[in-house]
């Protein structure tokens, strides 16, 4: 219902704006991820997985953007995903599901701001430092804040030498509770394309009834052997408002890319009990080969150590990004 509203009311401005002779039609662009997987995992203690052999599609999708300038300082900005959510038991009845979803306005000097649903800045603010990022081995499976929310007002500022400023409001309109916000600073580029290294701060005050701090910085390091070795750090605090939950997590992270292929190497540890009712760490190693930009297979391992328990995990996947 809500997606059919959102629909809705994008396709009225649309109109309203073309109808009124001031613009011309929206320009869209149509995108998505197709990720078939297929996983074991040997007990049943991952998030986000059964026990056994199963076919995933993690978070595959499809989107479209619409974006209306009506000058170099105002542009009128709209996004709408869809989803395959988990095929673990907690999804077993919802198979698809709404992602980011929000409309707002845009300009070169002022920044971005929209409202809907969209991921927090306290998610966005990890860059790339996940190398297991929509996986079962994503960060998520330990450390909390990874949220997507309804309902909240995202401001993202320009890049401003290397600069920049982003923060999210949760405005309580449905039945979320309301007030919480975060807000995230970063210099350099995730991407590594302007920058060779990424940092950033942030902090989240009662989003979806967590308070944290993060710190983080991703790199390149240095040229081996004709690939290219990049590294990075994380930090981060959480206390759970509404159960007596709070700890540290860390992370460190190795990537080496060599022509078409990519090694992984990444280790994790949460004592703060928010994602697993104990302490616990994970180790995740992975390769990947892209046969193209928008094409690649890969493979990739784990291991989950809780303090009474353990599993480990197998997959081998194919993604196609359009």
Avoid: C
Avoid at 252 to 272: G, P, V
């Amino acid at each position: 219902m809500k997606s059919t509203l959102f629909r809705m009311k994008l396709t009225a401005v649309g109109f309203a704006l073309t109808a009124s002779g001031q613009v011309a039609a929206f320009d869209w662009d149509i995108y998505g991820k197709i990720d078939l997987q297929g996983l074991y995992t040997e007990n049943d203690l991952y998030r986000y997985a059964d026990e056994g052999w199963q076919i995933e599609a993690p978070l595959s999708r499809i989107g479209a953007k619409a974006k209306q300038a009506f000058n170099d300082e105002f542009n009128l900005v709209a996004v709408f995903e869809y989803q395959v959510n988990g095929l673990d038991q907690a999804n077993r009845d919802d198979k698809f599901g709404l992602r980011n979803a929000y409309i707002g306005f845009a300009g070169k000097s002022w920044g971005e701001l929209v409202f809907g649903k969209n991921d927090t800045r306290f998610k966005k603010s990890e860059g790339k430092i996940d190398l297991f990022n929509e996986t079962l081995n994503d960060m998520a499976q330990l450390t909390p804040g990874q949220d997507r929310l309804e309902n909240v007002v995202v401001y993202t500022s320009p890049v401003l030498s290397g600069l920049q400023f982003s923060a999210t409001y949760q405005t309580g309109v449905s039945d979320e509770e309301s007030g919480g916000y975060d807000w995230t600073l970063s210099y350099g580029d995730s991407g590594f394309k302007s920058y060779s290294y990424y940092v950033a701060y942030s902090q989240a005050h009662d989003l979806n009834n967590l308070d944290a701090q993060r710190v983080l910085v991703h790199a390149r390091l240095a040229e081996v052997a004709g690939g290219l070795l990049s590294g990075g750090l994380m930090f981060q605090h959480s206390e759970h408002q509404t159960r007596p939950l709070k700890g540290d997590a860390l992370l460190a992270e190795l990537a080496f890319d060599r022509e078409q292929f990519t090694y992984k190497l990444q280790w994790q540890k949460d004592d703060s009990k928010t994602r697993h009712p104990e302490e616990g760490r994970l180790w995740s190693a992975g390769l990947e080969y892209g046969y193209s930009k928008e094409l690649a297979v890969y493979t990739m391992f784990s291991m989950l150590d809780l303090q009474s328990q353990d599993d480990n995990s197998a997959a081998l996947g194919v993604r196609y990004t359009f």
